[in-house]
């Protein structure tokens, strides 16, 4: 984990027999994670080298609600047919 890229703080840990690890608690307290927050993890090199991140949720509302003010059409329909005259009632 990193305070800044000029003095980085190194963690270790054991994978164990199912390649679970137990995260460091500088890492935790760093990322801010708890029990059932998933993280990614981002191979940065050919090297062995990866950068580990949170994933922060987003409300299944909050993708509704946004995709619903891309897609509302600028045009109002204002009852004409596309011909010049009014849609019959």
């Known amino acids: 984990m990193t305070g800044n890229n000029e003095n980085p703080t190194t963690e270790i ?8 690890i137990t995260i ?3 890492a935790r307290e760093h ?7 998933l993280i990614q993890f981002e191979i940065i090199s050919d090297n062995g ?4 991140h ?7 509302t909050e993708i ?8 509302t ?3 109002q329909d204002d009852g004409r ?3 010049g005259g009014t849609q019959p009632n």
């Open 31 to 37: 990322l801010n994670i708890v029990p059932g927050d």
């Open 64 to 71: 509704e609600n946004a995709n619903k003010k891309q897609h």
């Open 54 to 60: 949170k994933i922060i949720p987003v409300k299944v």
């Open 13 to 20: 840990a054991r994978i164990q027999d199912r390649y679970q």
């Open 49 to 52: 080298g990866i950068n580990v």
């Open 73 to 75: 059409p600028d045009i």
């Open 24 to 26: 460091p608690r500088n």
């Open 81 to 83: 047919d596309g011909r």
